[in-house]
């Protein structure tokens, strides 16, 4: 079993930053992926970023340039750094955990409110 905690939502104006975080504890792999989706109010869960244990990203066309994950290994913890955001960047944000077990470890979400 794989437990996660995210914390760093909240309300933001556009064009603030915010930085997420998610800390993984428990069964943990050495060779994982983690990421971030959101789903705002009426929509589907989407990704937003994805990192392996090795350091490779990918991040989806409507953060690019804005949106940076990173990770620290030793804390198993992933960071969402999110700049210039956008109203519609207003979404409840997931962490996924994901290793050789196949199973989806997912946290409880954290809020972000782009608004002013």
């Known amino acids: 079993q794989v437990q996660l905690v995210e914390s760093g939502g909240g309300l933001v104006q556009p064009g603030g930053s915010l930085r997420l975080s998610c800390a993984a504890s428990?069964?943990?792999?050495?060779?994982?992926?983690m990421s971030w989706h959101r789903q705002a109010p009426g929509q589907q869960r989407e990704l937003v970023a994805v990192?392996?244990?090795?350091?490779?990203?990918n991040y989806a066309d409507a953060v690019k340039g804005r949106f940076t994950i990173s990770r620290d290994n030793a804390k198993n913890t992933v960071y969402l750094q999110m700049n210039s955001l956008k109203p519609e960047g207003t979404a409840v944000y997931y962490c996924?955990?994901?290793?050789?077990?196949?199973?989806?470890?997912w946290g409880k979400g954290t809020l972000v409110t782009v608004s002013s």
């Open positions: 990192i392996t244990s090795g350091g490779s990203t």
């Open positions: 428990g069964s943990i792999f050495s060779i994982n992926v």
């Open positions: 996924l955990f994901a290793q050789r077990d196949g199973i989806p470890y």
